[in-house]
Structures are given as structure tokens and as C-alpha cells.
């Protein structure tokens, strides 16, 4: 029997996230509402092209495909279409095979309200004011930024690669280390580091991956041939001694990351190229950059570094 939506690790996706809808969209803005309506309904049969998030959703789904007895992970589309425009989404849906059968279609509106009626821990949308919205009455929230869209079949693996200060934990740290000096923010941080941070926006995603692994580390004890499906990162530019509380933090939690990288101020791409996460999460817009536009970026505009 399936668990309930409460038990479930859920992600709320916006159709604009999950799929490419920027031919849709320009009908929307050159021609109004009425045009967007017909132009989806002649292209009823057209499968939408896979969007940025495309290649992290089907992958997070093949979860379920491993764990079929209790199915512990769901996504849910949140989309501004309306009943009638969603049509070709939910068929777009169909056509590429994915398992989502929840949805919300708001006709127009936001969807932020609804993200903690699904239980949702994480909303991706590349709507930014949505984003905005859902994070300023605290629920947890991205913005996909554009990129290029790399979906390897062949790669089973689900890599997620999250910053730390901002987007995991709160933004105390970053407040101190904006409001001073490098050696200053090292010696607040080494004086704290025992106590752990406080949870940030993505916090309740991350300790639910871990939860994940936790699966995984029983079906890999009853079948040692068992191969994993996901790997969590965390890169941050935190470097020692301020490393240390970050640890902290994780043991405090009872969570863990595969792997974890304190660059020191080093371009985080350098990594990314490498680890090839299907999606990267950072509070900092400066950090979500790659030289070949193959990372897919996930915007958190929460705290210090995003007052506005």
C-alpha cells in the first residue's frame, strides 16, 4: 500500500520549470490569454520539450521505481495554466513517461499558498516573483535558471549538490561574514562551532534525502549488488577553520552528505563541472554560473544575501 502524501518526500514543480515553454510563452506575451488558449490546443498532441528540471524529476521519480512497496517520493505540478492549457501538459507528462498524477491549475494565479497544502519540500519554478513570494511566507522555494538541458538515459544517478549557508542552514553566518572581516567571520565561526545552525530553507529537503539514503542503505545490506540511485554534495566557500561547525551541524541533525567540498572562495564551477549535479541550489546568484551553461541552477533568494 502506497504512503500517504504526508509521508512522502514531495516536490511541487510549475510546468515552466518541468518543461520547455518558451514558444507557449511568447504567444502568451505577443497575443494575450485567448491566443495562448488556442495555440495549446492545436498543439494538443505535440509533446512539450524537457525543461531544465526535466532531467532532476525523472530521475528523483525513479525512486519509487526502487522501492515500489512503499513508493516514498512524489512530485506534484503547480502551474499557473488553467484546467483547459494544462491539457498538453499533463499529455506531455504521459509522453515522456513520468509518474506524476497531482496537480493544481491555478489560472493565473500564484501557487505558492498551495505548497504546504501538498506537503511539498521544494518548489521549482523559473517564475521568480512566484519564488519570491513562497519564500517570504517562509516555505521552501527556487527559481530554475536558464540552461542547457543535458538528460543522459543512460545516467541512472540522481546528484543534488546544495550550497550550505543560506540554503541548508540559516543565514546567521552569512550576516557576520558580510558585516566583516574574513579573520573576524573565521573566529566567530571557530568560537561556535560547536552548536549547530539553525535550519534553513531547504533543510526539511535535505534531512529527507538522507532519510532516502537511509533506504538505500538497507537494500544495499540485503543485496550487496544493490546500486544506489542518489548522491547529495555540499559546496560551499567556507574553508577552515569555519568548516568545522558545518559538521556540526550535519552530526547535530543526524544527516550526511556523499560528499562535501570547503573551496575557500574557488569558483564553485570548478567542482560542478565535475560532479555534474542535476540540479545545484545557492542563496548567491554569483555562484550559479558555469562557463558551459550545463549546470542546472536553482536560485534560493533567502536572506542576507538577497535583501531587497
Not at 512524489?74 to 504521459?94: A, D, H, P
Amino acid at each position: 500500500m502506497p504512503y500517504p502524501i504526508e509521508e512522502k518526500l514531495v516536490i511541487a514543480v510549475a510546468s515552466s520549470a518541468l518543461f520547455d515553454l518558451s514558444e507557449s510563452d511568447r504567444v502568451f506575451q505577443d497575443q494575450g490569454a485567448i491566443a495562448y488558449r488556442d495555440y495549446q490546443e492545436k498543439h494538443l498532441d505535440v509533446p512539450l520539450d524537457k525543461g531544465v528540471a526535466f532531467p532532476f524529476v525523472r530521475r528523483f521519480l525513479n525512486i519509487n521505481r526502487r522501492f515500489p512497496d512503499t513508493t516514498p517520493v512524489e512530485v506534484v505540478l503547480i502551474s499557473r495554466n488553467s484546467s483547459i492549457t494544462g491539457k498538453r501538459v499533463f499529455r506531455s507528462i504521459e509522453h515522456h513517461g513520468l509518474g506524476i498524477s497531482r496537480a493544481a491549475f491555478l489560472e493565473g494565479k500564484s501557487p505558492y499558498p498551495y505548497i504546504p497544502a501538498f506537503n511539498a519540500s521544494l518548489f521549482l519554478s523559473s517564475n521568480e516573483r512566484d519564488v519570491l513570494d513562497a519564500i517570504d511566507y517562509e516555505y521552501p522555494a527556487g527559481t530554475v535558471l536558464p540552461s542547457q538541458v543535458v538528460d543522459d538515459e543512460d545516467d541512472w544517478e540522481l546528484r543534488i549538490a546544495f550550497d550550505f549557508d543560506g540554503v541548508i542552514a540559516d543565514d546567521a553566518s552569512e550576516r557576520v561574514f558580510k558585516g566583516s572581516e574574513l579573520e573576524a567571520f573565521h573566529e566567530h565561526e571557530t568560537s561556535k562551532a560547536s552548536i549547530p545552525h539553525s535550519p534553513g530553507p531547504l533543510a526539511d529537503l535535505f534531512r529527507k534525502l538522507s532519510l532516502l539514503q537511509q533506504l538505500e542503505d538497507e537494500a544495499q545490506k540485503e543485496d550487496p549488488s544493490y546500486q544506489r540511485i542518489l548522491r547529495t554534495a555540499i559546496v560551499t566557500a567556507r574553508s577552515a577553520p569555519a568548516h568545522e561547525r558545518v559538521i556540526t551541524t550535519l552530526e547535530h541533525w543526524g544527516v550526511d552528505a556523499n560528499e562535501v567540498f570547503f573551496l575557500g572562495g574557488m569558483k564553485k564551477d570548478r567542482i560542478l563541472n565535475i560532479l555534474k549535479p542535476h540540479m545545484f541550489f545557492d542563496d548567491q546568484r554569483s555562484h550559479l554560473q558555469s562557463d558551459a551553461g550545463n549546470i542546472p541552477m536553482v536560485h534560493i533568494p533567502f536572506g542576507v544575501a538577497n535583501i531587497r
